[in-house]
């Protein structure tokens, strides 16, 4: 079966399993927007299915591309039983071995998510936060996650926007002038514009529900949620 993940992509992300879990490492980016990334998803699975979105126990969620487990425990600590899903074997040992000390019960799984749609699983939702950016077949990956999702699930995807604004911020200001992220964490032309996720997605049988864009707040404040998508934006996606 062809692959949709890049190898140069896992080893790069591999690399830096040891640090992941340092908010101050090269990772800090995602530890400051993962409390908005996961409530903003939690807030969408609430409306959906009636619930809490500190309370969603009975919701199986896949985390594909979770390195080692930033989202996964978010969404595990609101109650969702959380499957993460990584093809790279160093972060997913970072993963584990975290979820253990947290006491947390995350069924972490190496691969990619047409392994497990080719197996038939399904999730009440998906989430890949950061990933479509690094992928090799954007339409190939879409449709394994809309395979893994049970008809009316959801499928939340978080990236960069394609913009002249993200290169300056979100690849030269990180990765070369405020040196947040490693240089060559990103690709600028793999950056993906709404309007394009939006007409993939729907080429794979999901439909756009909810979109906003992701904002850093001033030194010592959380991110935000806004209107402005272009850099950074996390869109929710329902099959059927």
């Given at each position: 079966m062809t692959t949709t993940a890049a190898p140069d992509e896992i080893a790069k992300f591999d690399a830096l399993a040891?640090?992941?879990?340092?908010?101050?490492?090269?990772?800090?980016?995602?530890?400051?927007?993962?409390?908005?990334?996961?409530?903003?998803?939690?807030?969408q699975l609430a409306r959906a299915h009636g619930r809490d979105p500190a309370a969603l126990g009975g919701l199986s969620l896949l985390d594909v591309g979770c390195g080692a487990g930033l989202a996964s425990e978010g969404m595990a600590r609101r109650g969702a039983k959380v499957t993460g899903l990584d093809a790279a074997p160093a972060a997913l040992a970072v993963a584990r071995a975290h979820a253990d000390q947290s006491g947390l019960s995350i069924d972490y799984r190496q691969g990619m998510p047409e392994d497990l749609a080719a197996e038939g699983a399904r999730f009440d939702a998906v989430m890949a936060l950061e990933v479509i950016e690094h992928v090799t077949d954007r339409p190939a990956f879409l449709r394994a996650l809309s395979t893994l999702v049970a008809p009316g699930g959801m499928v939340f995807l978080s990236t960069l926007n394609r913009t002249a604004r993200s290169f300056l911020f979100a690849k030269v200001g990180a990765e070369y002038v405020l040196r947040l992220l490693p240089r060559g964490t990103h690709d600028w032309k793999m950056f993906v514009t709404p309007a394009e996720l939006g007409a993939e997605a729907r080429a794979a049988g999901l439909r756009a529900t909810a979109i906003?864009?992701?904002?850093?707040?001033?030194?010592?404040?959380?991110?935000?949620?806004?209107?402005?998508?272009?850099?950074?934006?996390?869109?929710?996606?329902?099959?059927?």
């Open positions: 040891a640090e992941w879990w340092d908010p101050k490492g090269p990772m800090s980016p995602l530890h400051a927007m993962n409390p908005l990334r996961c409530d903003w998803i939690a807030g906003s864009g992701m904002t850093p707040g001033l030194p010592g404040h959380p991110w935000r949620a806004t209107q402005d998508v272009g850099v950074n934006y996390i869109v929710a996606l329902r099959r059927g």
